[in-house]
């Protein structure tokens, strides 16, 4: 108790929140269990729901195509070992499936981890992204971290904090949760609900399938001057139904029935239940969860090309690119100061493709501007100055 007391009036020494070591005072140095299942999420929302899939591969393959770009001050650094530690990450994976990884696994749990592994010389020379299901924060004073519990087949190993400043090897990124101080939240979980209605849809129309085509119903027996049947011959009939008519193998055989019976369909038509508009508002609700415009996820519309051009516009604009600001702004505090001060990450907006509108766009109202000089204007879209561009046309 005294260490920690110790370790607390050093943290007072400079201003700090007067509420921060109360909030994990009950579970002080004890790991905290994430509060939901990754595994239950990962299966039913990413696995078995095609949306979710599209929206996390779309949104992750994006992230791990931008360029990186590195400035010392103001100036560009076009060769680093910041670059090349991003461009490779381990000898196993590189750097695209690295972010791949990365952001996939915030998206689907509402929490990332990175780890940098150090050499002989304290120099960061690998990066790996840790599955989130096997992290446990430890929670310490001041509101920060005092470590991480990494557990695969019963191993544990904990990854240490620094006591005062909260700052370790592992990166841990994660989305706003209103109700939880150690870890994010997900997108699955706004769009649980949908997640659900959309796998329940697609399991209905999979068993009708199955069934021929077929819903349920109820064979009708009139007994008229015949005895009521048994109990065990209600039992045989039943089961003689299931093995001839029911299956996909058995679609469009002719039912055969002896005496006064009669067949009477008891299931809803999918027309009824109205299953295809429900998928469909699911799957929107699902993609904008995920800030997906739904045109992108397979969303029937008007799918012209220059709507098409449009959504994957607002896709960049929307989602992927305040997501690649708020990961660069992360490595900024967490991985460059490993290689000295001053470094600053940054990304090639000019190399995206989708952006070409933006950047048409800024271009034109940059050459429009008749009170900027060449040089002006070679500076706004990122060219260096040349001689004689200080005046104005």
């Known amino acids: 108790m005294k260490i920690l007391e110790n370790l607390w009036s050093l943290r007072t020494r400079k201003k700090s929140s007067s509420v921060a070591p109360y909030i994990a005072y009950n579970a002080l140095g004890k790991p905290v269990w994430t509060p939901r299942n990754y595994a239950l999420l990962a299966d039913e929302g990413y696995q078995k729901n095609v949306i979710v899939y599209r929206c996390v591969t779309l949104i992750a393959k994006g992230v791990g195509s931008i360029p990186w770009l590195l400035y010392h001050?103001?100036?560009?650094?076009?060769h680093h070992p910041i670059l090349n530690l991003l461009n490779c990450?381990?000898?196993?994976q590189a750097g695209s499936a690295f972010m791949e990884a990365m952001v996939g696994h915030l998206l689907l749990s509402g929490n990332a981890y990175i780890e940098a592994v150090f050499d002989q010389a304290n120099k960061v020379r690998e990066l790996y992204a840790l599955r989130p299901d096997r992290m446990k924060v430890i929670p310490g004073i001041a509101g920060i971290p005092s470590g991480f519990e990494y557990e695969v087949d019963g191993y544990k190993r904990r990854l240490e904090c620094d006591p005062i400043t909260g700052h370790s090897a592992v990166l841990h990124l994660k989305n706003f949760h209103p109700l939880n101080d150690w870890y994010g939240m997900s997108p699955i979980e706004a769009a649980a609900r949908s997640i659900d209605q959309h796998n329940i849809v697609a399991e209905h129309n999979l068993a009708l399938m199955q069934n021929g085509g077929r819903p349920s119903g109820a064979l009708m027996f009139k007994?008229?001057?015949?005895?009521?049947?048994?109990?065990?011959?209600?039992?045989?009939?039943?089961?003689d139904i299931r093995r001839i008519y029911e299956g996909s193998n058995n679609a469009g055989r002719i039912m055969v029935l002896e005496g006064d019976f009669d067949w009477k369909e008891m299931g809803l038509s999918p027309k009824d239940l109205d299953f295809i508009e429900g998928k469909k508002m699911s799957a929107r609700e699902i993609s904008q969860a995920f800030g997906v415009p739904p045109m992108l996820v397979g969303?029937?519309?008007?799918?012209?090309?220059?709507?098409?051009?449009?959504a994957r516009y607002h896709l960049w604009e929307d989602t992927i690119l305040p997501l690649m600001e708020f990961l660069i702004a992360e490595f900024n505090l967490w991985l460059c100061p490993y290689f000295g001060e001053g470094y600053r990450l940054s990304y090639d907006a000019d190399a995206i493709p989708a952006l070409a509108q933006r950047r048409e766009s800024l271009w034109a109202k940059i050459q429009a501007a008749d009170f900027l000089t060449i040089n002006e204007k070679r500076q706004a879209v990122g060219y260096g100055p040349i001689a004689e561009g200080d005046k104005l046309l």
């Not at 001050?73 to 076009?78: L, N």
């Not at 990450?89 to 196993?92: F, V």
């Open 89 to 92: 990450p381990s000898p196993r």
């Open 299 to 310: 969303i029937a519309g008007d799918a012209t090309f220059a709507n098409y051009k449009e």
């Open 73 to 78: 001050r103001d100036d560009e650094v076009e």
């Open 223 to 239: 007994p008229g001057n015949c005895l009521p049947m048994t109990e065990k011959q209600r039992d045989s009939l039943r089961e």
